[in-house]
């Protein structure tokens, strides 16, 4: 074999290689990031969720961060995201940052979340009003002795004030101001780690956040039962009394757009919705979405 001809073959073999290289590069190319940050609470479910969808649909890239919703919502006016995870709704100061930005904001509702009240066991305590809660966390009750519990000090514990469960347990139960003295945790996961190590803590936490796969919850944390006036109490890992509305702390779940969605970012929020992405939901804890949500989503006009 001539050296004319081994060259020649050396070139026909490197633009093979150059070609296969610029086919897999454009394949590559076509994989489309979604960012997804905010809420907390949602973190895990969404990430589940993502990982489901991506095993059917190699395009696409999910990246889910937490931080809290108020992180979420800012990221999102910021664009900073493409999608904004939240327990709670907008408030005032962001209809006016997203009015004034001339932003156009979808809100879609794609689960339920039950909050619970834990406590160490210790205190004693298995039963709560709302109304019991409320001066707790405002800091009037200061040992579960008056409640009927042992004697031990209240010990406080909470989220940071960008996160959306804060929000919504102040709004929703204390109807005042938290007590100065409740310690405020980066993450759910670290509240619950908090409480069971704390003789007389007490927190709120999602309650997906609480349950493992099998419906149990740590024999290291009590997750008490709650009554609204004269109601009878409920506890949260009721599953039958959520979904009929008798548990008295029970919100819905959103994630935010900037603009109509569109491309994988529309079909991923589709797969949330569908009877597959609603099962997942259920199966972490959270609720599936009822009718009247749904048709509220659907008014959006995405094909929900």
């Known amino acids: 074999m001539t050296f004319g001809i081994i060259k020649k073959r050396v070139w026909i073999l490197f633009f093979l290689a ?95 979340d039950a909050i619970a009240v834990v406590v160490h066991p210790n205190t004693k305590i298995t039963e709560l009003s709302l109304e019991e809660v409320g001066k707790i966390f405002r800091g009037e009750i200061k040992n579960w002795k008056e409640l009927g519990g042992a004697d031990v000090l209240v010990s406080l514990y909470g989220r940071q004030s960008n996160s959306g469960t804060f929000v919504y347990f102040r709004e929703r139960i204390l109807k005042g101001e938290y007590d100065s003295s409740v310690k405020q945790m980066n993450g759910t996961a670290q509240l619950i780690e908090a409480v069971k190590q704390d003789s007389g803590g007490i927190g709120y936490v999602g309650i997906g956040y609480l349950i493992n796969k099998k419906d149990e919850v740590s024999n290291t944390i009590t997750a008490v039962k709650l009554r609204e006036g004269e109601k009878e109490a409920v506890s949260p890992l009721n599953k039958e009394a959520i979904i009929e509305g008798r548990y008295p702390i029970i919100r819905p779940l959103f994630q935010f757009l900037n603009g109509k969605p569109q491309g994988k970012a529309l079909e991923f929020l589709r797969y949330e919705l569908s009877e597959e992405g609603q099962k997942i939901v259920a199966q972490n804890g959270y609720f599936e979405i009822n009718q009247q949500q749904r048709e509220q989503n659907n008014r959006l006009g995405l094909g929900f």
């Open 18 to 112: 150059l070609i296969l290289s610029t086919v897999n590069s454009c394949s590559h190319s076509k994989v489309e990031i979604v960012t997804v940050k905010g809420s907390d609470t949602e973190v895990n479910l969404v990430q589940e969720l993502a990982e489901r969808f991506m095993e059917n649909d190699p395009d696409i890239s999910l990246t889910i961060t937490g931080g809290g919703s108020g992180y979420g919502i800012a990221s999102l006016i910021n664009q900073k995201t493409d999608i904004a995870n939240s327990s709670r709704p907008l408030n005032a100061k962001e209809k006016q940052l997203i009015e004034k930005q001339g932003i156009q904001v979808y809100p879609i509702i794609f689960a339920q």
